[in-house]
């Protein structure tokens, strides 16, 4: 089975552009989750899609964007962006979306560069 | 709110040898814990996950625990080799696929 993929690997924006992620769950996976990570922050949690919905969502501001196809692949948008946008971000899937007893598999990330 | 915390940042060892990764948690009510892995410049690897309910999980060489009433885990890895180097993160869930991340453990075996 093909693992969770990620486009494009990295990216090189300006401040104030908008910027696209995408994110392709494993096969048969119906939930995504996205997390931005940081030297100083760490890794955050931005937003969860689940069939199309999106049931959760970290405290980060209205730029960031997300949402979910029917094939589950889902991308996520930043707006006007900022030099502190510049980040690793990753995205998970999980197959049914429970809570206690999913492992999340993770792609292997999107570099954004912010100049 | 959740915090996660990890200690040490850092760890040296020789290859061969027994080592524990620490991992605190300030809020119990917890669905999950997992344990991951990150090599440089790529993804997470998950290792391990105790659910709320279990006290520990094992996988080959790797065994992690969870007291869920003190808010600890700690991920205990046997015989360590240089292969192991990488940073090690705990994460505990507390919604829907909601992780709180610790900032992780970098270790380092030494040939």
């Known amino acids: 089975k093909a693992g969770v993929t990620q486009t494009p690997r990295y990216l090189i924006k300006t401040r104030g552009q908008q910027v696209t992620l995408s994110c392709s769950p494993i096969s048969g996976h119906r939930s995504v989750s996205w997390y931005q990570q940081t030297p100083g922050q760490g890794l955050q949690f931005l937003f969860e899609y689940f069939s199309e919905t999106q049931r959760n969502k970290g405290n980060f501001p209205g730029r960031f964007s997300g949402r979910q196809f029917s094939n589950s692949r889902s991308e996520m948008n930043v707006s006007t962006l900022e030099l502190g946008d510049s980040a690793l971000y990753l995205c998970?899937?999980?197959?049914?979306?429970?809570?206690?007893?999913?492992?999340?598999?993770f792609g292997p990330g999107t570099r954004l560069t912010v100049l | 709110k959740q915090e996660v915390t990890q200690i040490p940042a850092a760890l040296s060892v020789p290859e061969g040898e027994n080592l524990v990764l620490n991992c605190s948690f300030t809020?119990?009510?917890?669905?999950?814990l997992q344990w991951f892995r990150q090599d440089p410049g790529k993804g997470l690897t998950s290792l391990l996950l105790i659910q709320s309910s279990q006290r520990e999980q094992t996988s080959g060489r790797l065994n992690a625990s969870l007291d869920k009433s003190s808010g600890r885990s700690t991920l205990y890895i046997a015989a360590s080799q240089p292969g192991d180097s990488a940073t090690y993160l705990c994460a505990v869930s507390t919604g829907a696929n909601n992780l709180f991340f610790g900032t992780g453990t970098r270790l380092t075996v030494i040939p």
């Open positions: 998970a899937s999980s197959s049914q979306g429970q809570v206690s007893t999913d492992t999340q598999y």
């Open positions: 809020d119990s009510a917890i669905y999950n």
